[in-house]
């Protein structure tokens, strides 16, 4: 990870079993998430799950709909429309993703923003910078997954909004996430 991401983290909302915190960015108004929570599931298990790209929308949040443009290897590149609450243009995101998986049983999902991937779409903002990652760690029967993002949304985005949604898009994802993985 760059040395975007300071080090103070302040925990924003702990229920359910995850747990998001926050942190400012230097040179950036909008703040990084970190959400984590441990889900009984195996890490292979979650990897097929995020790995079904339009399927995983039903369990991002605020996803409208997502696909997959390429896939090389251990790389891909996926398309991300989000809805977004008035008076906020819709957002739409392209991300390079590259999976690692470790020796340890872990894996590591890195995103990472290519805004002129693919050209514009009409009647979306697209998204300017993604910088993030997934963390699969496995802890016997279960996972403790970790999701950290910073992203600059484009645009011009209300304080508010922007501050609500750091806190929900990782609870949501990974409440979505681990409700999807634990179903019977």
Not at 97 to 110: E, F, H, P, Y
Not at 111 to 117: N, S
Not at 169 to 175: D, E, G, I, W
Request: aromatic residues 8%; charged residues 25%.
């Amino acid at each position: 990870m760059s040395g975007a991401f300071a080090d103070e983290w302040q925990v924003a909302k702990d229920q359910d079993g995850i747990k998001v915190s926050l942190s400012d960015v230097a040179g950036s108004k909008y703040k990084a998430y970190r959400g984590v929570t441990l889900i009984k599931a195996s890490v292979a298990e979650l990897k097929k799950i995020q790995e079904d790209v339009s399927g995983s929308c039903a369990w991002i949040h605020e996803c409208k709909q997502q696909k997959l443009l390429k896939q090389e290897g251990d790389q891909s590149w996926t398309y991300t429309q989000f809805s977004t609450p008035w008076p906020v243009t819709p957002r739409d995101s392209v991300l390079h993703v590259t999976t690692r998986q470790d020796a340890d049983g872990s894996l590591t999902r890195k995103l990472e923003g290519v805004p002129t991937y693919i050209p514009e779409e009409k009647s979306f903002v697209r998204v300017a910078k993604v910088e993030g990652f997934w963390k699969l760690i496995p802890k016997g029967d279960q996972t403790e997954v970790t999701y950290q993002v910073h992203t600059e949304p484009g645009g011009s985005v209300p304080s508010m909004i922007a501050n609500k949604f750091v806190v929900d898009a990782p609870f949501n994802t990974l409440k979505g996430l681990k409700e999807k993985a634990e179903k019977p």
